[in-house]
C-alpha cells in the first residue's frame, strides 16, 4: 500500500475526542484515521472512487475514438451502416448495465 503524509487542521475539541478515542482504543492517530475511512466508505459512500473509475473509463472512450477519427480521416476505415452503429450502441449499452445493476 502507498504511504501518504496528510496535514488535517481541526478544531480543539475535535482533538480532544480523537486524543481520547485514541487512548481508549489504543490506536494511533493514523490507525483511527484509517478505521474510520474504511467504515465511511462501508456506511455512507466515497464519490472520488466512482469519479475516478468513470473518468478512466472516458478517457479510455475517448482513446478509441480518437483512434477510429485518425483512421475514419485517412480513409482507413470503412463507413458503418446506422444497424451496425445501433449495434454497437446496444451492445455497450448491455454490458453497462450489467456493470452497473441499470444504472
Do not use: H
Request: glycine share 4%.
Amino acid at each position: 500500500m502507498a504511504q501518504v503524509e496528510m496535514t488535517v487542521s481541526m478544531d480543539s475539541r475535535r482533538q480532544e475526542q480523537i486524543d481520547r478515542f485514541c487512548a481508549i482504543s489504543g490506536l494511533s492517530r493514523k490507525q483511527a484515521f484509517n478505521e474510520m475511512m474504511d467504515m465511511w466508505e462501508r456506511l455512507v459512500y466515497i464519490p472520488w472512487v466512482e469519479f475516478l473509475e468513470k473518468e478512466e473509463q472516458r478517457r479510455k472512450t475517448r482513446q478509441v475514438f480518437k483512434k477510429q477519427r485518425e483512421k475514419a480521416e485517412k480513409g482507413e476505415a470503412p463507413d458503418m451502416t446506422m444497424e451496425e452503429i445501433d449495434a454497437i450502441i446496444a451492445e455497450v449499452r448491455t454490458e453497462r448495465y450489467a456493470k452497473t445493476g441499470g444504472k
